[in-house]
Structures are given as C-alpha cells and as structure tokens.
C-alpha cells in the first residue's frame, strides 16, 4: 500500500497541510494569496504572509481537497 505524501507549513496559528497527489493544479490558491502560494520558490508556501483567518478561508475553497488545515496549539 503506498503512503500518501503530505507536506506541512505552519505559522503560529495555522498549518497548511498539502497533499500534492490531490492537487489538480486549478491555482485558486495562488489568485487567493499571492504572498503565501509560490509555485516557483521553494518552500511554496509561505503562511506566514497571511493571517491564520486569511489561510483557512482560502483553503476552504480548494476544489480538490489538497490542501487543509490543523489549528497550532500553543
């Protein structure tokens, strides 16, 4: 059975959690928040560069369910 690849980027409220074989490429993310999504810079995500508010509302809206979020506990 093969493992599913799972990618996190985390902030200090958020992390964004991507499943790069979910991903269909639709680049909602990127039109959403430029300043967090960068498909050409490695990390590609950048979550601190948007608010914990800015990244869930923007990843509810992911069509393919790649991406999703967990809450940071502090």
Known sequence: ???KKIIKYSNNEVT???QPGLCIHAGKCVKALPNVYKPKEKPWV???NASGDELIA????????????EMVNK
Not at 58 to 69: D, E, N, V
């Open 1 to 3: 059975m093969e493992r």
């Open 16 to 18: 964004v959690v991507w």
């Open 46 to 48: 950048n979550p601190e």
């Open 58 to 69: 923007q990843i509810k809206t992911c069509p393919s369910g790649a991406l999703s979020y």
